[in-house]
Each structure stands twice: as C-alpha cells, then as structure tokens.
C-alpha cells in the first residue's frame, strides 16, 4: 500500500516543481518590459522624448583665398526643425586647420573665436565676410571652382556633411 501511495506523490511534486519553473519562466520576459517600462516612463517624463533631432541643411558653401596664407569658407545653414542647434566647429579633411571666426563687437574691426554660433530653429545663417565664417589656415592652393568636403558638427545634430566650391574671388 506504500508503495501505491509514493507512486501518487510522485507525478504531484514533479508536476509542482514544473508548474514553479514555468511560473517562474513567464515572469523573467514579464518583469523585463516591467522594468523597460519603467525606463521609458522616466524618460518620457524628463521630457527629452518629445524634442525631434534639429533638421539642418547646409547649402552654398563657396571657399575665398585672401592675401597672404588664409582663406575662408562660407555656407548658408537653414535649420528648418523646431528646435534650436549649435554650430560648434567646421573641418574640411583636405584643408588643414580651420576654425569659426566671428567680428569682435567689442573691438571693432578684429575677429574672434566663438564658442558656438546658435542656429535658431526655422532660420537661416548666411556666413558672411563681415559676419561668423570659417577661417582656414595655411590651405593648399586650390583652383577657381575646385569642390572640398567640410564637416559642419552641431551640438543637437551631430555632424553634417558639406562641399564648397573654391570662388574665383579673393577677399581683400
């Protein structure tokens, strides 16, 4: 009789330790979206979810020598997003060193080095001679309508890809 007794049980305990190690198998997927959830509500809640990449394009660039060994790179930025960027630095992998340039409003007449220009969200820059425009410093000689790649890298955006045209102009 004992023994038709351990023969009952044991179908019991294996059927328990399996419905436990499926009970067990469904929460491991059901407490992970518990746990993205969370995240996402946390983050949505910082509102940093509902702001969209800034949309920035880069057009017209053009490249013009001046006297001596520099030259400048100018470009039509339109940021047609909703949010505002920053121009933090502009490259070109063929021209050496090049950095932002901008007149000093405290000293008429001389350049300085902005930090960052700010693009405002449904505007547009126009790089100019006598406004922000990118010095480029001991630059290989380059001939009238020869095209150079830039990089423009914003703070929101990240990096966008440019070409400039080299103006048969010079800036005097």
């Not at 790179?73 to 063929?94: M, W």
């Not at 001939?143 to 423009?152: H, I, K, S, T």
């Not at 890298?153 to 070409?163: I, L, Q, Y």
Request: hydrophobic share 35%; aromatic share 4%; glycine share 10%.
């Amino acid at each position: 009789m004992s023994s038709a007794t351990d023969d009952r049980t044991a179908p019991r305990r294996r059927l328990r330790e399996t419905t436990a190690r499926g009970i067990r198998a469904a929460l491991v997927p059901v407490g992970g979206c518990a746990l993205a959830l969370a995240l996402l509500t946390g983050y949505t809640a910082t509102g940093a979810a509902g702001e969209p990449t800034p949309r920035i394009r880069v057009s017209g660039g053009r490249i013009v020598p001046s006297n001596g060994q520099t030259a400048a790179a100018y470009f039509t930025i339109r940021n047609v997003g909703d949010t505002d960027d920053t121009l933090v630095f502009a490259d070109s992998p063929e021209l050496g060193v090049s950095m932002l340039r901008a007149p000093d409003r405290k000293r008429p007449g001389t350049v300085r080095r902005p930090k960052a220009v700010t693009v405002r969200a449904h505007s547009t820059l126009r790089m100019s001679r006598q406004g922000i425009h990118v010095a480029l410093l001991d630059p290989p000689t380059l001939q009238p309508g020869e095209r150079v790649p830039f990089n423009l890298w914003f703070s929101g955006r990240g990096r966008v890809g440019a070409e400039a045209v080299r103006s048969h102009l010079t800036d005097r």
